[in-house]
């Protein structure tokens, strides 16, 4: 005998069923897997038996309550979907909340209400704290937040003309050089949002933010390529603030002791900037000296 394979999956469904109707008449709850082959299998049974589409559905939703499963499976399968073949052709069939209160759902929580770890809720019994998939809030008095150290705040003003994000953990210092706000104070910081969030600042917004220090071994590569390196090397924070001042990066304009000299490097990334030996052939030549020049500059 060759089955097709929406045959074969009919008889999985059917076995499953079986197996669940035997289970049941044992007097034991259903898990998910046996409550959705009973729900598929009564539905395609129907429309065997020459149901309409709505008259299977709703077969398919009261052959089972909350008294026949387990804890948390009505919370669990909240919709089940099954092929079945009908006298006009084959249709797809959805069975939404397919398990019911259904009759006697309060006794049947009462014959098992002594259960440990388990409350009762809507006449069902229901796993302590929620049914399954809950979000529980914690106890913020019993698990308190560690207070961020090092936290820096600053003023932030979208020049653009049009919104800029920033994600969490990107380093601040290198953020869009139309965002007009202290550099210097950003240096070596990111956000103190959680992680894989972002902030917004639409154009022409001032926006407050905290700035928390970057963690673990403190090197920034990539960004915009105004340090690519550590971020805590001798000079590294000096010469950033030099390139993103030359690179137009609003609030970048060094003071006092950071102030550029005449050795400040052109606006692009450190790798772009390679020093060249002497003895190189692309290396330009000396300029010749002045004859006016004293004897050691010659």
């Known amino acids: 005998m060759r089955l097709t394979p929406t045959e074969r999956d009919r008889l999985l469904i059917f076995t499953a069923a079986e197996l669940a109707r035997a289970r049941r008449a044992r007097g034991l709850r259903l898990n998910v897997p046996e409550s959705v082959a009973l729900i598929a299998d009564t539905v395609c049974e129907a429309a065997r038996d020459g149901a309409r589409l709505a008259e299977a559905v709703e077969a398919g939703r009261t052959v089972l309550s909350v008294r026949d499963v387990l804890p948390g499976v009505a919370e669990i399968v909240t919709e089940v979907q099954v092929e079945a073949v009908f006298e006009d052709g084959t249709r797809l069939a959805v069975i939404d909340s397919p398990i019911g209160a259904g009759p006697g759902a309060d006794g049947a929580a009462a014959e098992v209400g002594g259960v440990a770890g388990f409350d009762r809720a809507e006449g069902a019994l229901q796993p302590a704290g929620g049914p399954p998939g809950s979000i529980l809030p914690r106890e913020e008095s019993q698990y308190p937040a560690d207070a961020p150290k090092d936290r820096v705040e600053l003023e932030v003003v979208n020049t653009a003309s049009v919104p800029i994000s920033v994600t969490s953990h990107f380093h601040f210092f290198e953020a869009n050089p139309r965002l007009r706000f202290d550099r210097a104070a950003a240096y070596g910081r990111h956000l103190s949002v959680p992680a894989g969030s972002s902030v917004r600042f639409d154009p022409g917004a001032t926006v407050h933010v905290a700035l928390v220090p970057i963690g673990g071994a403190r090197v920034a590569i990539g960004f915009a390529g105004l340090v690519d390196g550590p971020l805590d090397a ?65």
């Open 234 to 298: 001798p000079g590294a924070k000096r010469e950033a603030l030099v390139r993103a001042a030359a690179c137009g990066y609003l609030g970048a304009e060094p003071q006092g002791p950071e102030a550029p000299d005449a050795s400040s490097p052109e606006c692009a990334p450190q790798s772009s900037q390679l020093s060249q030996s002497p003895h190189s052939p692309d290396a330009p030549a000396p300029a010749p000296a002045s004859p006016d020049a004293p004897e050691e500059l010659r």
